[in-house]
T-cell receptor, first 112, second 120 residues
Framework: GEDVEQSLFLSVREGDSSVINCTYTDSSSTYLYWYKQEPGAGLQLLTYIFSNMDMKQDQRLTVLLNKKDKHLSLRIADTQTGDSAIYFCAGAQQTGANNLFFGTGTRLTVIP | NAGVMQNPRHLVRRRGQEARLRCSPMKGHSHVYWYRQLPEEGLKFMVYLQKENIIDESGMPKERFSAEFPKEGPSILRIQQVVRGDSAAYFC??????????????????FGEGSWLTVV
């Protein structure tokens, strides 16, 4: 199976940009996803990127994919206190776009 | 259109009891997935089901765990003779198409809010 790694914690000040990083091992991953989990809640799909793309922008969110280094990042512009949550990176294998492998999650804390 | 509904949201069981977790997929979705999240860890795949069929149970523990998705009614994840190590959040997800298709085919996977099992 695939390994997906993320740093565990990130703190930023309100209004700054946040960058959450993720590395994965399976170069055949067709899709890479970012999910947000608020305390005691389920996972909310934030955005995804297809493997033949380098970048995807969606309002305050920018996803960058470096296939050569197997590195994925999520940038949140103008971070707000409501963005405080755990962010999971997930990869999907060629055998199943919805066969997801999750990282351990990065806990983002936004300081007012 | 209600999302993926899971119940109970919180369940406490004593060691040796049985836990049953239910999942109703989104309307129109016939593919269901169960994931487990242990404390301080990411989600791990357990099982993938279609109506009346288990397609992939490669992530299920070999003993005590079973899953079903009957023709009528919700999907059930059943854990027999629970132990403390079963304490976790169990997430159900559903999608309209099979696992092979991704979001570009309109096949986004949606997660429920989870069922938190505590074994005492």
């Amino acid at each position: 199976g695939e390994d997906v790694e993320q740093s565990l914690f990130l703190s930023v000040r309100e209004g700054d940009s946040s960058v959450i990083n993720c590395t994965y091992t399976d170069s055949s991953s067709t899709y890479l996803y970012w999910y947000k989990q608020e305390p005691g809640a389920g996972l909310q799909l934030l955005t995804y990127i297809f493997s033949n793309m380098d970048m995807k922008q969606d309002q305050r969110l920018t996803v960058l994919l470096n296939k050569k280094d197997k590195h994925l990042s999520l940038r949140i512009a103008d971070t707000q206190t409501g963005d405080s949550a755990i962010y999971f990176c997930a990869g999907a294998q060629q055998t199943g776009a919805n066969n997801l492998f999750f990282g351990t999650g990065t806990r983002l804390t936004v300081i007012p | 259109n209600a999302g993926v509904m899971q119940n109970p949201r919180h369940l406490v069981r004593r060691r040796g009891q049985e836990a049953r977790l239910r999942c109703s997929p989104m309307k129109g979705h016939s593919h269901v997935y169960w994931y487990r999240q242990l404390p301080e860890e990411g989600l791990k795949f357990m099982v993938y089901l279609q109506k009346e069929n288990i397609i992939d149970e490669s992530g299920m523990p070999k003993e005590r765990f079973s899953a079903e998705f009957p023709k009528e009614g919700p999907s059930i994840l059943r854990i027999q003779q629970v132990v403390r190590g079963d304490s976790a959040a169990y997430f159900c997800a559903s999608s309209p198409l099979g696992r092979r298709e991704g979001p570009r085919s309109g096949n986004t996977i949606y997660f429920g809010e989870g069922s938190w099992l505590t074994v005492v």
